[in-house]
């Protein structure tokens, strides 16, 4: 058995590039007292390993010569503790890497499920995000209308599509004709706006003719900013992420904030989604039974080997992604 | 009895100037069936007069040629409905002017108190707003830090002073040294910064060196970004108004936003007084029992005559104001 991990070989100052990362050999990891060693199987690729470089955030900042955190799905291959057994699947915060050691009490058992990349996406934490932000502080009503940026992105498509299953009338916003038509025909959104294209203030007021009530925001920016002039009053803006904000170039902030929030008494709340761990076990029975239904569809977005994760991340920074993105850096046991 | 009222001659494009305003004699108005004549005692400025002129907001749009809104203490002088009687003390919508027709179910019989100013501050629309604002959406807790802008102003001088006499350590934020030092002498905040000088980012991170819990929000703009910076996780941000943002020159959102909304899981909320009606009774209870015990001082920033209401808004607009501004038009009925 041989170790690799991907480490930061230097923090960037704008676009992020291959060269700011780098492939090394390791030594293999040894588990101490109390913990486990594990073989990373499947490791979550999010725009906030981006924003993890920029400095503190909810964890601490990542620096040169770390290893990229990452949430993952490993198999359990020592175990010198009660709480998991040899050939467990588990949960945890690993790094970018093939074998990683953790504490017994740092990692979570995971159920048996057909498809383990599953436990990433609708039942892991792109699942999760959607239901818990879209639930918890969207509080979207049948009838009213919610709109979602980044909708062909790994929240942004379980949150139309969690809306459509609650009777909502969904609207998303995606970049490129392609992705769009994707939104619309395979997600089964009402309506899919290019923000490539100009006029996005217009275009939303055409396909949202009664106002927006709930707008899911996952990129911030301008997108935010033409979203703010769509909104009804009492609006909810789920602010779940900034992707447009995180990659290179100066911040810009929706210049009619927050004149339109006083105006339209509008609610802005951010959210992580271990904020709402206790409500957990819910979100995965609704998610369990819209998949049953075939309300909500899956789709996953992998890439294979662990010395592709950057550009995996770049590439998802980019935008070229549909659905959950993730890197399988060993194939499931059988 | 001569009527006279003050009309927008012109809208502005930036900055509000006396010649956007003229004075006219009109005609004595007529009050029909179940209307009452009244006569305009005092009327309340508020930064929110120069925002009407921006478009249409929670109102319909001011125009040219339109007599300036306003809300008024008003005496009735004719009464052709059996609510109010000749000589009762109404509250109302009305315009600039020395006299105006109301329909008797638009106006709101007003105890009899000492000082009818009071009104329109303390347990008129400046400590309502204060109150309803930070009650309902900050909800600060005893020992909780309490930032608030504008505080020499009329609502966020009772916002601070409320703070206060529930245990908070209330931060004030004024336009020089002159105000920052009466916030603190006079209001009792615990400290105060002018935002004039350079360094608020920092000056705020000396004086909350616990972080910020609640920032009431009276302006927006560069002071909303810095006071984004200080806040706490889970902090609340009471979006009241943007008086930096209403009187011309190219609007500036927060670059921060939404990235730290996100990452700091705040809440950001708008409201408008009247929002909360159905808790005016509870508020002027809590706000009179205050003012009792003296932990609300009542501060009034009286100018007199209606020819001068145009100039007192554009003071008010330069922040010249100490506690809430009104325009007596006509001295108190003995």
New interface residues.
Partial sequence: MSNQQVIIAELPTDSLEPRHFALQDVPMPQAGPNEVLLKVLLMSIDAANR?WMQGA??RAAVNAGDAMPTYAICEVVESNTSRVAVGDIVACEAVWANYITQPGHKVIKMPKVPTLSNLISVFGIAGKTAFHGLMTIGQPLAGETVLVSAAAGSVGGYVGQIAKALGCHVVGIAGGPDKCRWVVEALGFDACIDYREPGLTKALRRVCPGGVDVYF?NV?GEI??SALFSMN?RGR?V????IS?YDGG???????????????????????VT?FVKDDAKATRALQHWVSTGQIKVFEDIVDGLENAPQALIGLLAGDNKGKRMVRVAPDPS
Same sequence: chains 1, 2.
Avoid at 239 to 242: L, M, Q, T
Avoid at 260 to 266: A, F, S, T
């Fill in positions: 924003s955030t909810y925001d911030g935010l900013e009053e803006v602010c779940c992420g900034a904000q100066a911040p810009s902030g929706p210049r009619n904030l927050p004149g339109l929030v006083v105006v339209k008494r509008l609610r802005m709340e951010g959210f992580i904020d």
